[in-house]
């Protein structure tokens, strides 16, 4: 009995492991860009929420272009592979205070566009088995530079969220003068948060709340 519990305990801890991703591409309007995206150098998890890494991943690589895009477009990555960790995401703008080549994410410049949560009965989350999100960008957000931040949460380890994390570069051009509320990453969450503390498998979850601030509709 012991064997077979290790054994499946391996199988666990290896399906784990592989199913660890990357969001390699962005979406912006019509153009697709692996250039436009700081890559993480690895396809390993952020786990400190309070650490500076949760704003665009550990060291990732400069980004080689910024990609322009209207108001109004869509706007989302693809992944390097499917979502295989149960858990929510969501997409943030970032508005650079010069360029977005420059701008490393810190600072209160920071809002939620989009975010995919849980759906019941049965439990699961509407990002599962998914290889790309995609949303629109408000179409009265101000011109200028933004960094667009993707973040997926696994929560299949309980008390212990993973982040998969990328930031691309954005020029948005037309759009109008909203000015949404906004946060600080790290500081959007707290790891006491109920969304990322649930135990998704006992009790089966009946109600759940994406973490992080409200998403900006325009």
């Known amino acids: 009995m012991k064997f077979a519990l290790s054994l499946l305990s391996l199988s666990i801890l290896s399906q784990s492991v592989s199913a660890h991703y990357i969001w390699t ?5 019509s153009t697709k860009s692996t250039g436009a995206v700081r890559l993480p150098q690895n396809n ?9 890494d949760i704003t665009c991943n550990v060291n990732p690589s400069p980004a080689t272009e910024t990609v322009s895009v209207a108001a109004g477009s869509t ?4 992944l390097d592979n499917t979502i295989y960790h149960l858990g929510p995401a969501a997409i943030y703008l970032g508005k650079a205070p010069t360029t977005a080549a420059d701008w490393d994410g810190s600072g209160a ?42 973040e997926q949460v696994g929560l299949h380890v309980v008390g212990a969220p993973q982040w998969y994390i ?27 948060d109920p969304g990322l503390t ?21």
Request: charged share 10%.
């Open 166 to 192: 990328s930031c691309a570069q954005i020029s948005v051009t037309g759009g109008g003068s909203a000015s949404p509320s906004k946060v600080s990453i790290p500081g959007y969450v707290s790891s006491d």
């Open 198 to 218: 649930v135990n998704i498998y006992y009790p089966v979850p009946t109600a759940y709340t994406v973490p992080g601030p409200a998403v900006f509709t325009g």
């Open 75 to 78: 706007i989302g990555f693809i």
């Open 25 to 29: 591409t962005l979406i912006a309007g």
């Open 109 to 150: 410049n920071w809002f939620k566009i989009a975010e995919w949560g849980a759906a019941f009965n049965p439990f699961t989350f509407k990002d599962y088995g998914l290889s790309q999100l995609t949303t629109t960008l408000p179409s009265d957000i101000p011109a200028g530079e933004y960094l667009v931040r993707i």
């Open 44 to 52: 390993s998890p952020v786990t400190g929420v309070e650490s500076a």
